[in-house]
């Protein structure tokens, strides 16, 4: 698998420019900074099948029912440097969604855990005893 940032994803994406919400003034009341990025995954021919159905496992609930993943930005008030953000942010999530989870190597615990635990419990035990009333 060739590295994400290699394959030409940006003929696949669109981009579209809207009024950003919260604080900024009549900045944020005039000026369309805040870019959406679209990317659909279904339709991708830079993304194998198998990569594809993991992108939509992992991240269903920013994909809508055209399975086009959406990615916002709305943190500076440049539409460039939100452009960025976004795309940054694109390729965050499909490196987060491809990368392979590690396989658990299972161990047991050691002898002294063990004994470790039991007397934590001991003790936790002999605290709730001092608390009751007929024990007295």
């Known amino acids: 698998m060739r ?3 290699e394959k030409d994803f940006y003929s696949e994406m669109t981009f579209s420019a809207s009024r950003s919400s919260g604080a900024g003034g009549q900045n944020v009341n005039k000026v369309s900074s805040r870019i959406e990025l679209r990317f659909s995954i279904v339709q991708s021919n830079l993304l194998t099948e198998e990569e ?7 991240l269903n609930n920013r994909i809508n ?3 086009e993943l ?12 939100n452009k960025e953000l976004a795309i940054d942010k694109f390729f965050a999530l499909l490196a987060m969604a491809l990368k392979q ?10 002898k002294a855990s063990k004994i470790k635990r039991l007397e934590s419990k001991r003790m936790h035990a002999q605290k709730k005893k001092l608390r009751d009333r007929n024990s007295i």
């Open 52 to 58: 594809k159905l993991l992108i939509q496992k992992k």
């Open 70 to 81: 959406i990615v916002t930005a709305q943190e500076h008030r440049s539409q460039v440097k």
């Open 3 to 5: 590295p994400l940032k």
């Open 65 to 67: 029912s055209e399975g």
């Open 101 to 110: 989870a590690k396989k658990r190597v299972a161990t047991r615990p050691s």
